[in-house]
């Protein structure tokens, strides 16, 4: 079965078409969804929310987008256990959208960073890692300005006890906190990450390795379609 | 009814653009300590009172104008 992935395309959205094309190039039925509708197409297997500068990035990333009328629908397909993968904006959405513990900040060199970085994977049972090794070693490229993930003392012990940080910097490239480069919610359905997957889908481009982060999901979603179907 | 919020970096969190004012504050031979940088919203708000008002404008802070993990807020209703 091809599992069906919705992109969100915010105003703003800049990474919207990389996605779909990413996401169809390892075998997804991925198709485009506007911020203004109401609903996610019937069948959607799992949401990504792109990168990009949604709404201008205005007052704080993502505080607006967080409003657009889709992200009723996917707050509710997440409740339902639905997947969910916030890419660079799309993750710092769903941290304003309280799906995802933490907020991004301005990085702490204040510099916008385009270049690849290398980053541990923590745990590989995940619907977002699956593919990956324990502590494999990836390289996938960053390109944001506020890519500085933070959590209150206290919290980021709780996420790391839960097992809610999915990947850490190697060597810190904006002052995130505990080096994390993804983490989860607590149900382990939605997950954000600064780094950028679609770009790293072909060794050609530089690195592959953004593609078994989409294959992860991509079986996730198939396990999960065929679930429902047999419902 | 105007009023002002004025939101700003919480108390510990690191603040780079605070760092870069203060850095170039010092190179123009200015002696500061900390300097902090945060954000004013004036709105009008339709409100019969000040009270009413500033419980409004309380409200799209809690909703929108300030994140409660990283920023602290102060609203001044201006009569």
Same mark, same amino acid.
């Given at each position: 079965?091809?599992?069906?992935?919705?992109?969100?395309?915010?105003?703003?959205? +800049? #990474?919207?078409? &990389? !996605? =779909? @094309?990413?996401?169809? %190039?390892?075998?997804? #039925? $991925?198709?485009?969804? @506007?911020? %203004? &509708?109401?609903?996610?197409? /019937?069948?959607?297997?799992?949401?990504?929310?792109?990168?990009?500068?949604?709404?201008? /990035?205005?007052?704080?990333?993502?505080?607006?987008?967080?409003? $657009?009328?889709?992200?009723? $629908? =996917?707050?509710?397909?997440?409740? #339902?256990?639905?997947? =969910?993968?916030g890419i660079c +904006?799309?993750f710092q959405?769903l941290c304003?959208?309280?799906?995802l513990p933490g907020v991004l900040r301005?990085n702490a060199?204040?510099?916008?960073i385009?270049? /690849?970085v290398s980053m541990r994977v923590e745990r590989?049972?995940t619907?977002f890692t699956?593919?990956?090794?324990?502590?494999?070693?990836l390289?996938i490229?960053i390109?944001h300005?506020d890519g500085a993930w933070f959590a209150p003392a206290g919290l980021l012990e709780e996420l790391e006890s839960r097992g809610q940080i999915l990947l850490r910097y190697e060597d810190n490239p904006n002052g995130a906190v505990g080096d994390v480069a993804a983490v989860t919610n607590e149900?382990? +359905?939605v997950m954000g990450l600064m780094p950028?997957?679609?770009?790293?889908? #072909?060794?050609?481009?530089?690195?592959?390795?953004? !593609?078994?982060i989409?294959?992860?999901?991509?079986? $996730?979603?198939?396990? !999960?379609? =065929?679930?429902?179907?047999? !419902? | 009814?105007?009023?002002?919020?004025? *939101?700003?970096?919480?108390?510990?969190?690191l603040?780079?653009?605070?760092?870069?004012?203060?850095?170039?504050?010092?190179?123009?031979?200015?002696?500061?300590?900390?300097?902090?940088?945060?954000?004013?919203?004036? *709105?009008?708000?339709?409100?019969?009172?000040?009270?009413?008002?500033?419980?409004?404008?309380?409200?799209?802070?809690?909703?929108?104008?300030?994140?409660?993990l990283i920023?602290?807020?102060?609203?001044? *209703?201006?009569?």
């Amino acid at each position: 079965m091809t599992p069906r992935v919705v992109v969100i395309q915010f105003p703003g959205s +800049n #990474d919207d078409r &990389d !996605a =779909v @094309w990413a996401l169809k %190039a390892l075998g997804a #039925d $991925a198709s485009l969804v @506007w911020h %203004a &509708d109401a609903e996610l197409p /019937d069948g959607t297997g799992a949401v990504v929310l792109p990168g990009g500068f949604s709404y201008g /990035d205005y007052l704080r990333c993502g505080a607006i987008a967080r409003f $657009a009328p889709i992200m009723e $629908a =996917v707050i509710r397909f997440a409740a #339902d256990g639905g997947l =969910v993968l916030g890419i660079c +904006n799309g993750f710092q959405i769903l941290c304003e959208a309280g799906l995802l513990p933490g907020v991004l900040r301005p990085n702490a060199s204040l510099s916008f960073i385009c270049r /690849d970085v290398s980053m541990r994977v923590e745990r590989n049972d995940t619907p977002f890692t699956s593919r990956c090794e324990p502590g494999q070693r990836l390289v996938i490229p960053i390109k944001h300005h506020d890519g500085a993930w933070f959590a209150p003392a206290g919290l980021l012990e709780e996420l790391e006890s839960r097992g809610q940080i999915l990947l850490r910097y190697e060597d810190n490239p904006n002052g995130a906190v505990g080096d994390v480069a993804a983490v989860t919610n607590e149900a382990g +359905n939605v997950m954000g990450l600064m780094p950028h997957p679609e770009h790293a889908v #072909d060794p050609l481009l530089g690195s592959g390795d953004g !593609a078994l982060i989409l294959a992860s999901l991509l079986d $996730a979603a198939r396990d !999960a379609s =065929v679930s429902v179907a047999l !419902a | 009814m105007r009023a002002t919020v004025l *939101v700003r970096p919480k108390e510990g969190i690191l603040d780079p653009q605070g760092q870069a004012v203060e850095q170039s504050l010092r190179k123009l031979g200015f002696a500061v300590g900390h300097a902090r940088v945060g954000r004013v919203v004036d *709105v009008d708000v339709e409100a019969s009172s000040t009270d009413e008002a500033r419980e409004r404008v309380e409200e799209m802070c809690r909703q929108l104008l300030a994140n409660p993990l990283i920023e602290s807020y102060e609203v001044e *209703v201006h009569g």
